[in-house]
């Protein structure tokens, strides 16, 4: 079945550093999603990326979409203590994603 | 609109036990779907449906059973309950259509004895 990794499994980074998580999917996804889940909360989407090569931004937030449309990336800007939570990228099977692994990022103040 | 709605918040089961997880969605979504999430793991899902009759298995069904007699109710169903079904369950929704956002509950979580 579809596998979808994510590393690093964790990040801990000064507040103001920048922070990249990486997507790999095994199998050619048809679009890919970005959730966000708060400590003790409910994963929350952020956005999904449908076309090879897409570059999307939010804010300090910048998602891209690989060429052959298996891997991903989140990459945010002078991070904030608001950032922290764990990422989850999410692959489109049909009517199921497949949640990646999750980086947890946390930030040093 | 509430969205996704579960209950309970949290229970503890002893081994043996069955219990069912509630969960109801007031977007009229036609899809929804059953997660768990182990300590610092990613969701894993259990069941879904495709609308109202309609439901298909995912990765890990066993152990559990689900029926969909409405557009709004999901209901989960835990029968004979194990240590190692103690996790946390989400109940997520999606309209369908070209923007696939899933709607999430706030979570059951979930401890067998």
């Known amino acids: 079945g579809q596998q979808v990794m994510q590393i690093p499994q964790y990040q801990h980074v000064q507040e103001g550093e920048d922070f990249t998580t990486y997507c790999n999917s095994s199998?050619?996804?048809?679009?890919i999603q970005w959730y966000k889940q708060r400590p003790g909360g409910h994963p929350v989407f952020l956005i999904q990326?449908?076309?090879?090569?897409e570059v999307k931004k939010q804010k300090r937030l910048t998602f891209q979409f690989g060429e052959a449309k298996k891997n991903s990336s989140l990459h945010i800007t002078a991070t904030q203590t608001t950032d922290v939570g764990t990422y989850f990228c999410?692959?489109?099977?049909?009517?199921?994603?497949?949640f990646g692994t999750g980086t947890r990022l946390t930030i040093i103040p | 609109n509430a969205g996704v709605t579960q209950t309970p918040k949290f229970r503890i089961l002893k081994i043996g036990q069955s219990m069912t997880l509630q969960c109801a969605q007031d977007?009229?979504?036609?899809?929804m779907y059953w997660y768990r999430q182990d300590p610092g793991m990613g969701l894993k899902l259990i069941y879904y449906?495709?609308?109202?009759?309609?439901?298909d298995k995912g990765e890990v069904p066993n152990g559990y059973n689900v029926s969909r007699s409405t557009t709004e109710d999901f209901p989960l169903r835990l029968e004979l309950a194990a240590p190692s079904q103690t996790s946390v369950y989400f109940c997520?929704?999606?309209?369908?259509?070209?923007?696939?956002?899933?709607?999430f509950g706030p979570g059951t979580r979930l401890t067998v004895l």
């Open positions: 449906s495709v609308g109202a009759g309609i439901t």
């Open positions: 977007m009229n979504h036609n899809y």
């Open positions: 999410a692959g489109r099977g049909n009517e199921k994603l497949t």
């Open positions: 990326l449908v076309k090879s090569g």
């Open positions: 997520a929704s999606r309209r369908g259509g070209p923007l696939n956002e899933q709607f």
């Open positions: 199998t050619t996804l048809s679009n």
